[in-house]
């Protein structure tokens, strides 16, 4: 199996489940639409027990069509980014953000059904920017460019100013994210491993003008380097002194300083 071939099996399956949970959100609005069911019972209602079940379910139900489909590609795209460019952590990142969120809404937002798939994109999306600020590779990094480019200006409903939205779910699936990003920060991709060795070997074989580049001195080694300095050159000049005096001609002074150490007694 050649590269192409490897890259066409890593992204289809990087669409399957993304695929299957949107294709469930719109079957369930779909069968709820048409049946005209009330969906306020599958949201979060926080500090209630009855409540609790929408940590699971809420994410799936929608208030409408218009709700659902401003949700879902994002869903989608974000999903899908993270199963394709971090699969060795994909799964656990997105379940962590998904049932953290919910149980985050339960505990700290205000009583009232919080329902739709909103907390878990913001979740997913703070995950790959946050992940290309932890991370720090260009890799990452372009990823979060990516994420934010298309999707940065939904942060604004982070704030309370529209009735009817689920602000604290936008907000504590944004921080369930950075928490994700932050957890596995330190799980590189394979990817990311190689370049970060290549980096690591690269900066091994730079050879510098100086002995040591200054603009990678901390203050503190550049003072010792110039008290060092300091140090070095007054034992210079102490030693050229030293050696001029030995080299100077007998006086008749009965004792020049060549003489001084002998194992010669008087009084």
Known sequence: ??????????????????????????????????????????GVYPRENFGFMGVFTA????????HLFSNLPPFFIASVMIIYFYPKIAYQSILIIYVLTGILVWI????????????VVYGLIAFIAWSGIFRRNRRSLALATIIIVLY???????EPIKEGISWESHLLGAFSGVFTAYFFKEELETEEAMELSSVSKSAEEKTFFF?????????????????????????RKLHELLQKMQNQPPTNFPYFPGQWFSNNTWS
């Open 1 to 42: 199996m050649n590269e192409a071939e490897i890259e066409k099996k890593h992204l289809i399956h990087s669409l399957i489940i993304p695929s299957i949970f949107s294709i469930l959100m719109i079957l369930i609005h779909g069968y709820v639409s048409f049946y005209n069911i009330d969906v306020a019972k599958w």
């Open 59 to 66: 994410p799936f139900v929608h208030s409408g069509w218009e």
């Open 152 to 158: 940065g200006g939904i942060y604004a409903t982070t």
């Open 108 to 119: 700290i937002a205000r009583q009232v059904y919080h329902i739709g798939a909103s907390g």
């Open 211 to 235: 002995e040591r580049d200054t603009f990678e001195m901390t203050i503190e080694e550049r003072i010792a380097a110039a008290e060092k300095l300091r140090q070095e050159e007054e034992l």
